[in-house]
């Protein structure tokens, strides 16, 4: 409800009395940095399981500071355990298998960090979930104006089955998946050796697929529901941006769903609050969120991050060139302009790109960045069509 | 002695003119003489006596001669007591009102009817001009000159009235006078009014109903009764005994005289009021308005002490405390949401509000129930005279207002409506949703207003505010203020007034979400308040005042069912609960004058307050946090079965020590006692937030106040000054751990917490309430810091460390500006620079999955930049024709005139390794409005 009222209050504010929404640089000075941060969200899924050990960081150029060289690991109540190794600085990982993961089993995670310290985490149980009984969308405008204009998109929903009081907490990861097109052009390169030389087929990548991670938390409790069909909960927006073509082609959502306990639900939840309702004119205060992993030594010491154990079901949906949406595709992207003589290039500045275009009878050669002709250069982007596509 | 009978003998003989000729020659021959005579000092005690012993008194001490004739003074008594003061000044005073006046001729002084010797030949000057000249060096022109200005204001020509029966015997030997102050262009009473006797510097200020009191030794006195925007009116008073009089007061013919803040400077000299402010709706037409919405509760917020959390932001936060602190009476009506549009305007419509005081400080003992202030608004009576009617259009909504005598002279009504009409602009926007959204509200006041006699008045007041919001199909919210009240007020005796007032005043609201609809719900929340009030007053004695009575009130409250909505919502109907209590009090106080320079008020509230059932309370396993997972039993009360029983003092004193005539210093001491509070997890109240009462484990709030202040005013210049400082602990504040949620179950104390607050603050006002320049600055320091620390970790916020309220701002500087051009022309300015609210900062980032989330640390250790504003308004009047059928009124507004963001709120979201932070201002750009009143009648016509 109080999302719904900040939009409304935003509505207000912007059309009665111009709200404005600017970028704000809190002071780095303010900080407090290098807090022991631990993840590990762990799931009855067989496979690599992964545990995340870091320090928090200050706001000006963040990045993972990972703490290597710990030891982890983590314990079922009967006392079985398994221990992660290191794959990656500040990463450890695990293969966890079926006979281990037994749901209705409670589990916790130690960690020894190089400095000696050992942390452990409350109990917490694995938990059936329950299936996603179908995944849709709707063509939707988003009205929620906050940096942009409103776009036509998609708003994808799930419907599923809630007869069961260990379903009472649950929560979603949201992974897209979308074909991209780079415009029909003729790729050259100009090498290292100052050759001008045309891309072959095999390497003027038009086709890709890119995948992302949404970001954003959604959790729900059930508990306040009676047993029955919950339908069309929704969930991301894909809005329709010419220049994105996420909706031009063929566009994937999948969908997790985690069965949580009362805690690690708190814990999102709050994350959740803190992190994506925050502002307009009914702020609430941020939760100074309480992890459930410990110092055994030092009771008093802040720990970052939360352990889960979580039950998980996927399902995936597909939108085809969905109707109703203008997908006329931005003819003018990519397009190699002429800008005139530049400066001389040297060495360093290769190689060095160009597409020629076919307009109107006619063509046009310029430079382009190297995206133009190989789609991979995208963030998460492969041109190896996905097993599910 | 009578030394000038021959003089008079003459002089009685002629017609004016000639008198003045004849005295020519006298004059002349005194003339040389004026040059020696200084201003001689003496020292004046009479209480009760004639004018003989006053002018042998002054005679013996000055070397002076008095000349007058004695039946001018027959049956005039006189009290008047004054160290070091000039003849000038005790004869001036001694003979306001009597129809006599005194000239000074060297070291005689001679007593004239109605008239003054003039010292300046030629004797017939007629010029406006030179009057004014003379006036601002204290000379006088003649009685001539006199008249030429006030011939057409007779309420300026001074006149005896008599009060009590001649040859009464009084045993106590001091009579106790009940006056009854009417405005004489709508018969509405005049509250706030001054009635100073200036013999004795002794005043007494009016009540609503325009009753003012005041016990007075038998004898003559002269009387000024004046009040902002009414022309001063100065009688000489006769008191015999005991008796009622009624003063009829004009509206001032000269716009100039209208000052921005209510209250005369002396008021807050004389009396032991601290922590407190006045304001009449009539002194603030000129100050820049939001959105042409003039309101009340915005410009309160210039006022020191007084803040909020935000730019659009339900409520105030009083001398550091919560919103919820505060309560809002209409006319004794508890209004408990004072809000349009989420924040944006005020509940009450400007027009039917008269005068508004707010209480912060020493608040009287028949208010009580909220710990930091309680505001009290009182609506305007129907015009008793004739039918008039007002009416004005902003952009954002419209209001009229009738009124008019039911019973010419004894009765009148009043109806008054405002409503928006901004839906239009809505329905312009593009997007479907934003274009199938409603936006509305309206309010509504009705009242009538019955005064039989002298001794008896009735009032009714009901008032309706409606708000409604719907958000395409996704969303509903509608709420709504209904009361009414009515008073009976019976002047027993001149020295007892009894008053009784029911209210009964219903606040609910609506609301239905479906932005999820298998979860889609719909709510309605209901609180009843119904209060019987009984107030007395009792005057004893000469400076003695007593103030007793006893209230009762009804709380019933249905915190609502939380019900499915649509046939594809599978929640679960949630049932949060209805309560019922009984909150009472019995109160004194005592106000007494103990001597020139020391004025005391004590007063003690006794309140009560119970919870009744039925109820149904979970027991909780001990040492585990309150939840649902703890319950290990219940109890369950039956009907009217208490549930809690909460009862103590409140004692309330404050003290003036009076340092001269224009400065006083003054202490109070303050307690209160809050029975019900506000759910909220959000930093300002949003429109879900729920009262709830205090229950078996939420226990009442409690708040003592040390306030000490220093006034001065400087009478001439029209300045007062004060410095106030204050410090205030309560106990018990409701706090709320994170994600609470009101909504999902019925057990409050699940999610509630409860810590002190304190605060402290140092407020300077300086304020010019006179000329052509008026307004006020204000500075204020401050600081509000809140613990909440349980014995186990679960019981503590921040880490159990004291933090800063979401509202504690140290610095606020408030100037308000008002510039009469001329009588059609102001222009009025506000600058208003707040230190930024406290506000959780993130410490850190952290990642879990590649994402980065925020660490906040500790509550509220930083602050969104400060808060600076400048407004500016044009207000004009139409033509000051008197004969003309409507007057009209344009407002021109510029709202943040500096077009500055001022942020509302920092806040961050998470990116996939980085985060973004973002500053929320409301209104990011100067907010230009124009509105138009129009008022049957002429510019003076109310």
Same mark, same amino acid.
């Given at each position: 409800?109080?999302?719904?009222?900040?939009?409304?209050?935003?509505?207000?504010?912007?059309?009665?009395?111009?709200?404005?929404?600017?970028?704000?640089?809190?002071?780095?000075?303010?900080?407090?940095?290098?807090?022991?941060?631990?993840?590990?969200?762990?799931?009855?899924?067989?496979?690599?399981?992964?545990?995340?050990?870091?320090?928090?960081?200050?706001?000006?150029?963040?990045?993972?500071?990972?703490?290597?060289?710990?030891?982890?690991?983590?314990?079922?109540?009967?006392?079985?355990?398994?221990?992660?190794?290191?794959?990656?600085?500040?990463?450890?990982?695990?293969?966890?298998?079926?006979?281990?993961?037994?749901?209705?089993?409670?589990?916790?995670?130690?960690?020894?960090?190089?400095?000696?310290?050992?942390?452990?985490?409350?109990?917490?149980?694995?938990?059936?979930?329950?299936?996603?009984?179908?995944?849709?969308?709707?063509?939707?405008?988003?009205?929620?104006?906050?940096?942009?204009?409103?776009?036509?998109?998609?708003?994808?929903?799930?419907?599923?089955?809630?007869?069961?009081?260990?379903?009472?907490?649950?929560?979603?990861?949201?992974?897209?998946?979308?074909?991209?097109?780079?415009?029909?052009?003729?790729?050259?390169?100009?090498?290292?050796?100052?050759?001008?030389?045309?891309?072959?087929?095999?390497?003027?990548?038009?086709?890709?697929?890119?995948?992302?991670?949404?970001?954003?938390?959604?959790?729900?409790?059930?508990?306040?529901?009676?047993?029955?069909?919950?339908?069309?909960?929704?969930?991301?927006?894909?809005?329709?941006?010419?220049?994105?073509?996420?909706?031009?082609?063929?566009?994937?959502?999948?969908?997790?769903?985690?069965?949580?306990?009362?805690?690690?639900?708190?814990?999102?939840?709050?994350?959740?609050?803190?992190?994506?309702?925050?502002?307009?004119?009914?702020?609430?205060?941020?939760?100074?969120?309480?992890?459930?992993?410990?110092?055994?030594?030092?009771?008093?010491?802040?720990?970052?991050?939360?352990?889960?154990?979580?039950?998980?079901?996927?399902?995936?949906?597909?939108?085809?060139?969905?109707?109703?949406?203008?997908?006329?595709?931005?003819?003018?992207?990519?397009?190699?302009?002429?800008?005139?003589?530049?400066?001389?290039?040297?060495?360093?500045?290769?190689?060095?790109?160009?597409?020629?275009?076919?307009?109107?009878?006619?063509?046009?050669?310029?430079?382009?960045?190297?995206?133009?002709?190989?789609?991979?250069?995208?963030?998460?982007?492969?041109?190896?069509?996905?097993?599910?596509? | 002695?009578?030394?000038?009978?021959?003089?008079?003998?003459?002089?009685?003989?002629?017609?004016?003119?000639?008198?003045?000729?004849?005295?020519?020659?006298?004059?002349?021959?005194?003339?040389?003489?004026?040059?020696?005579?200084? !201003?001689?000092?003496?020292?004046?005690?009479?209480?009760?006596?004639?004018?003989?012993?006053?002018?042998?008194?002054?005679?013996?001490?000055?070397?002076?001669?008095?000349?007058?004739?004695?039946?001018?003074?027959?049956?005039?008594?006189?009290?008047?007591?004054?160290?070091?003061?000039?003849?000038?000044?005790?004869?001036?005073?001694?003979?306001?009102?009597?129809?006599?006046?005194?000239?000074?001729?060297?070291?005689?002084?001679?007593?004239?009817?109605?008239?003054?010797?003039?010292? +300046?030949?030629?004797?017939?000057?007629?010029?406006?001009?030179?009057?004014?000249?003379?006036?601002?060096?204290?000379?006088?022109?003649?009685?001539?000159?006199?008249?030429?200005?006030?011939?057409?204001?007779?309420?300026?020509?001074?006149?005896?009235?008599?009060?009590?029966?001649?040859?009464?015997?009084?045993?106590?030997?001091?009579?106790?006078?009940?006056?009854?102050?009417?405005?004489?262009?709508?018969?509405?009473?005049?509250?706030?009014?001054?009635?100073?006797?200036?013999?004795?510097?002794?005043?007494?200020?009016?009540?609503?109903?325009?009753?003012?009191?005041?016990?007075?030794?038998?004898?003559?006195?002269?009387?000024?009764?004046?009040?902002?925007?009414?022309?001063?009116?100065?009688?000489?008073?006769?008191?015999?005994?005991?008796?009622?009089?009624?003063?009829?007061?004009?509206?001032?013919?000269?716009?100039?005289?209208?000052?921005?803040?209510?209250?005369?400077?002396?008021?807050?000299?004389?009396?032991?009021?601290?922590?407190?402010?006045?304001?009449?709706?009539? !002194?603030?037409?000129?100050?820049?308005?939001?959105?042409?919405?003039?309101?009340?509760?915005?410009?309160?917020?210039?006022?020191?002490?007084?803040?909020?959390?935000?730019?659009?932001?339900?409520?105030?936060? @009083?001398?550091?405390?919560?919103?919820?602190?505060?309560?809002?009476?209409?006319?004794?009506?508890?209004?408990?949401?004072?809000?349009?549009?989420?924040?944006?305007?005020?509940?009450?419509?400007?027009?039917?509000?008269?005068?508004?005081?707010?209480?912060?400080?020493?608040?009287?003992?028949?208010?009580?129930?909220?710990?930091?202030?309680?505001? +009290?608004?009182?609506?305007?009576?129907?015009?008793?005279?004739?039918?008039?009617?007002?009416?004005?259009?902003?952009?954002?909504?419209?209001?009229?207002?009738?009124?008019?005598?039911?019973?010419?002279?004894?009765?009148?009504?009043?109806?008054?409506?405002?409503?928006?009409?901004?839906?239009?602009?809505?329905?312009?926007?593009?997007?479907?949703?934003?274009?199938?959204?409603?936006?509305?509200?309206?309010?509504?006041?009705?009242?009538?207003?019955?005064?039989?006699?002298?001794?008896?008045?009735?009032?009714?007041?009901? =008032?309706?505010?409606?708000?409604?919001?719907?958000?395409?199909?996704?969303?509903?919210?509608?709420?709504?203020?209904?009361?009414?009240?009515?008073?009976?007020?019976?002047?027993?005796?001149?020295?007892?007034?009894?008053?009784?007032?029911?209210?009964?005043?219903?606040?609910?609201?609506?609301?239905?979400?479906?932005?999820?609809?298998?979860?889609?719900?719909?709510?309605? =929340?209901?609180? +009843?308040?119904?209060?019987?009030?009984?107030?007395?007053?009792?005057?004893?004695?000469?400076?003695?005042?007593?103030?007793?009575?006893?209230?009762?009130?009804?709380?019933?409250?249905?915190?609502?069912? @939380?019900?499915?909505?649509?046939?594809?919502?599978?929640?679960?109907?949630?049932?949060?609960?209805?309560?019922?209590?009984?909150?009472?009090?019995?109160?004194?106080?005592?106000?007494?004058? @103990?001597?020139?320079?020391?004025?005391?008020?004590?007063?003690?509230?006794?309140?009560?307050?119970?919870?009744?059932?039925?109820?149904?309370?979970?027991?909780?396993?001990?040492?585990?946090?309150?939840?649902?997972?703890?319950?290990?039993?219940?109890?369950?009360?039956?009907?009217?079965?208490? @549930?809690?029983?909460?009862?103590?003092?409140?004692?309330?004193?404050?003290?003036?020590?009076?340092?001269?005539?224009?400065?006083?210093?003054?202490?109070?001491?303050?307690?209160?006692?809050?029975?019900?509070?506000?759910?909220?997890?959000?930093?300002?109240?949003?429109?879900?937030?729920?009262?709830?009462?205090?229950?078996?484990?939420?226990?009442?709030?409690?708040?003592?106040?040390?306030?000490?202040?220093?006034?001065?005013?400087?009478?001439?210049?029209?300045?007062?000054?004060?410095?106030?400082?204050?410090?205030?602990?309560?106990?018990?504040?409701?706090?709320?751990?994170?994600?609470?949620?009101?909504?999902?179950?019925?057990?409050?104390?699940?999610?509630?917490?409860?810590?002190?607050? !304190?605060?402290?603050?140092?407020?300077?006002?300086?304020?010019?309430?006179?000329?052509?320049?008026?307004?006020?600055? !204000?500075?204020?320091?401050?600081?509000?810091?809140?613990?909440?620390?349980?014995?186990?970790?679960?019981?503590?916020?921040?880490?159990?460390?004291? =933090?800063?309220?979401?509202?504690?701002?140290?610095?606020?500087?408030?100037?308000?500006?008002?510039?009469?051009?001329?009588?059609?022309?102001?222009?009025?300015?506000?600058?208003?620079?707040?230190?930024?609210?406290?506000?959780?900062?993130?410490?850190?980032?952290?990642?879990?999955?590649?994402?980065?989330?925020?660490?906040?640390?500790?509550?509220?250790?930083?602050?969104?930049?400060?808060?600076?504003?400048?407004?500016?308004?044009?207000?004009?009047?139409?033509?000051?024709?008197?004969?003309?059928?409507?007057?009209?009124?344009?407002?021109?507004?510029?709202?943040?005139?500096?077009?500055?963001?001022?942020?509302?709120?920092?806040?961050?979201?998470?990116?996939?390794?980085?985060?973004?932070?973002?500053?929320?201002?409301?209104?990011?750009?100067?907010?230009?409005?124009?509105?138009?009143?129009?008022?049957?009648?002429?510019?003076?016509?109310?």
């Amino acid at each position: 409800m109080m999302k719904t009222f900040s939009k409304i209050t935003l509505l207000l504010t912007v059309v009665l009395v111009s709200a404005c929404l600017e970028r704000y640089y809190p002071n780095e000075d303010d900080l407090k940095k290098g807090t022991l941060v631990i993840n590990a969200h762990l799931t009855d899924q067989p496979g690599d399981h992964v545990i995340e050990i870091s320090r928090s960081v200050g706001l000006s150029y963040p990045s993972f500071y990972p703490v290597s060289g710990s030891f982890a690991q983590v314990v079922r109540e009967d006392g079985d355990f398994r221990e992660f190794s290191e794959f990656r600085p500040g990463y450890y990982k695990a293969y966890l298998g079926g006979d281990f993961l037994q749901t209705g089993s409670s589990f916790l995670i130690q960690v020894i960090t190089p400095d000696g310290n050992e942390y452990e985490s409350d109990l917490d149980k694995l938990r059936p979930v329950p299936e996603i009984d179908s995944l849709y969308y709707l063509v939707e405008r988003n009205s929620y104006a906050t940096e942009s204009d409103s776009f036509s998109g998609l708003r994808f929903y799930a419907d599923f089955t809630y007869d069961k009081e260990a379903y009472e907490y649950l929560r979603w990861d949201l992974t897209e998946t979308y074909e991209f097109h780079n415009p029909d052009m003729e790729g050259f390169i100009l090498d290292v050796d100052f050759n001008m030389k045309v891309l072959p087929d095999t390497s003027n990548y038009r086709t890709c697929y890119i995948t992302n991670a949404l970001s954003g938390i959604h959790s729900m409790a059930l508990s306040f529901l009676d047993f029955g069909i919950y339908v069309k909960k929704p969930f991301a927006f894909v809005a329709n941006i010419q220049q994105e073509q996420k909706l031009h082609h063929k566009y994937s959502l999948l969908v997790k769903q985690y069965s949580l306990g009362e805690e690690g639900f708190h814990y999102w939840n709050e994350l959740k609050k803190t992190s994506q309702e925050q502002g307009f004119l009914f702020d609430r205060q941020p939760a100074l969120l309480k992890s459930n992993i410990h110092n055994v030594n030092d009771e008093n010491e802040i720990i970052l991050g939360f352990f889960t154990m979580a039950g998980v079901t996927e399902k995936r949906a597909f939108a085809v060139e969905p109707e109703g949406l203008d997908l006329s595709p931005y003819r003018w992207y990519c397009f190699p302009v002429p800008r005139g003589p530049g400066g001389y290039l040297t060495r360093e500045d290769l190689p060095i790109y160009y597409a020629r275009a076919w307009m109107d009878g006619g063509s046009s050669f310029a430079q382009v960045n190297k995206h133009c002709v190989d789609c991979r250069e995208y963030k998460n982007s492969t041109h190896i069509k996905p097993v599910f596509w | 002695m009578p030394r000038c009978d021959i003089c008079w003998n003459i002089v009685t003989l002629f017609p004016m003119r000639i008198k003045r000729l004849l005295l020519v020659p006298i004059l002349l021959l005194s003339i040389a003489s004026m040059a020696q005579s200084g !201003s001689e000092r003496v020292n004046v005690r009479i209480s009760g006596e004639d004018f003989e012993s006053l002018a042998r008194q002054i005679e013996t001490q000055c070397g002076c001669a008095i000349y007058y004739r004695p039946e001018w003074f027959q049956e005039k008594l006189f009290s008047y007591e004054a160290d070091s003061v000039s003849v000038d000044d005790v004869l001036s005073r001694v003979l306001m009102g009597t129809g006599l006046q005194y000239s000074r001729v060297g070291d005689h002084y001679y007593i004239l009817p109605d008239q003054r010797l003039n010292m +300046n030949l030629p004797v017939f000057s007629t010029s406006t001009q030179n009057y004014q000249e003379e006036q601002a060096t204290g000379e006088y022109m003649g009685v001539k000159d006199d008249l030429y200005l006030t011939g057409t204001r007779p309420e300026k020509m001074a006149r005896s009235i008599e009060v009590g029966e001649r040859g009464a015997s009084l045993a106590r030997g001091v009579a106790r006078i009940m006056g009854k102050l009417i405005n004489i262009s709508n018969g509405e009473p005049v509250m706030g009014a001054t009635m100073v006797d200036l013999g004795s510097g002794k005043g007494a200020v009016s009540d609503q109903n325009g009753n003012v009191s005041m016990a007075l030794k038998p004898g003559s006195h002269a009387m000024r009764f004046s009040f902002i925007g009414m022309a001063s009116v100065d009688v000489n008073m006769d008191v015999h005994s005991d008796g009622d009089f009624r003063i009829e007061m004009h509206p001032a013919v000269i716009a100039l005289d209208e000052v921005q803040i209510m209250g005369e400077l002396y008021r807050e000299i004389n009396t032991t009021d601290i922590g407190v402010e006045r304001f009449s709706m009539n !002194s603030l037409k000129s100050v820049p308005v939001f959105m042409g919405e003039r309101d009340v509760i915005k410009i309160s917020k210039l006022l020191p002490g007084i803040t909020s959390a935000g730019e659009a932001s339900v409520g105030v936060n @009083v001398r550091g405390g919560n919103v919820d602190q505060n309560i809002f009476y209409l006319d004794r009506i508890p209004i408990y949401n004072t809000s349009h549009l989420f924040g944006f305007f005020s509940a009450f419509n400007s027009d039917i509000i008269k005068d508004f005081s707010i209480y912060k400080g020493n608040v009287p003992v028949n208010y009580g129930g909220r710990l930091s202030s309680v505001f +009290n608004i009182l609506t305007r009576k129907g015009n008793n005279k004739s039918f008039t009617a007002h009416a004005g259009i902003s952009p954002v909504s419209a209001n009229a207002t009738v009124e008019g005598p039911i019973k010419k002279g004894h009765s009148s009504f009043l109806v008054s409506g405002r409503s928006s009409y901004s839906d239009w602009i809505l329905n312009r926007m593009q997007d479907p949703l934003i274009r199938d959204s409603d936006a509305f509200f309206y309010d509504f006041a009705g009242s009538l207003n019955f005064q039989p006699n002298e001794k008896n008045v009735f009032n009714v007041l009901y =008032y309706q505010s409606y708000d409604k919001f719907k958000y395409s199909t996704l969303s509903d919210y509608e709420y709504s203020n209904r009361g009414a009240s009515a008073s009976w007020e019976k002047h027993v005796s001149p020295a007892f007034t009894s008053k009784v007032t029911g209210t009964i005043s219903t606040y609910q609201f609506a609301n239905t979400d479906q932005s999820e609809i298998s979860r889609a719900y719909t709510h309605d =929340y209901t609180l +009843n308040h119904n209060e019987l009030l009984s107030e007395f007053q009792w005057i004893p004695a000469l400076k003695h005042k007593v103030d007793f009575g006893a209230s009762i009130i009804y709380y019933r409250l249905d915190r609502g069912v @939380v019900e499915p909505y649509g046939s594809a919502s599978i929640r679960n109907p949630t049932d949060l609960g209805f309560e019922q209590a009984m909150e009472g009090a019995l109160f004194l106080s005592d106000n007494i004058e @103990v001597s020139k320079w020391l004025s005391l008020s004590a007063g003690l509230r006794y309140s009560f307050y119970s919870m009744l059932g039925p109820q149904t309370v979970m027991l909780y396993e001990e040492g585990k946090p309150k939840s649902e997972n703890s319950i290990i039993d219940s109890i369950s009360y039956g009907n009217f079965e208490p @549930v809690n029983f909460h009862s103590g003092p409140e004692f309330r004193g404050a003290i003036n020590l009076k340092a001269g005539p224009q400065t006083s210093f003054k202490f109070s001491y303050n307690q209160m006692r809050q029975y019900l509070f506000m759910l909220s997890n959000t930093v300002t109240i949003s429109p879900t937030d729920q009262w709830k009462l205090s229950d078996y484990y939420i226990k009442p709030q409690f708040s003592h106040q040390l306030t000490g202040g220093i006034y001065h005013i400087f009478p001439k210049a029209g300045i007062s000054t004060s410095v106030e400082a204050y410090y205030k602990e309560s106990s018990d504040i409701v706090e709320y751990k994170d994600g609470a949620d009101f909504i999902t179950s019925p057990l409050t104390e699940t999610v509630v917490l409860q810590g002190s607050q !304190s605060a402290y603050g140092l407020e300077f006002m300086i304020q010019k309430s006179s000329g052509r320049l008026d307004g006020w600055i !204000s500075y204020t320091y401050s600081r509000s810091e809140m613990l909440v620390k349980g014995t186990a970790d679960y019981e503590s916020i921040n880490n159990g460390n004291p =933090y800063p309220s979401n509202f504690d701002r140290p610095h606020v500087l408030n100037i308000v500006a008002n510039y009469s051009i001329n009588r059609r022309f102001s222009i009025a300015s506000n600058m208003v620079y707040m230190s930024g609210r406290p506000v959780t900062y993130p410490t850190s980032l952290y990642y879990i999955n590649n994402v980065a989330y925020i660490d906040y640390y500790a509550r509220n250790q930083f602050r969104i930049p400060d808060y600076f504003r400048v407004d500016i308004s044009l207000n004009i009047e139409g033509n000051l024709k008197a004969d003309k059928f409507m007057h009209s009124t344009w407002s021109i507004n510029v709202y943040n005139l500096l077009g500055r963001n001022n942020p509302q709120s920092i806040y961050f979201t998470p990116h996939e390794y980085y985060i973004k932070g973002y500053a929320f201002s409301v209104i990011g750009v100067p907010i230009f409005t124009i509105s138009w009143n129009v008022k049957l009648g002429n510019y003076e016509s109310n």
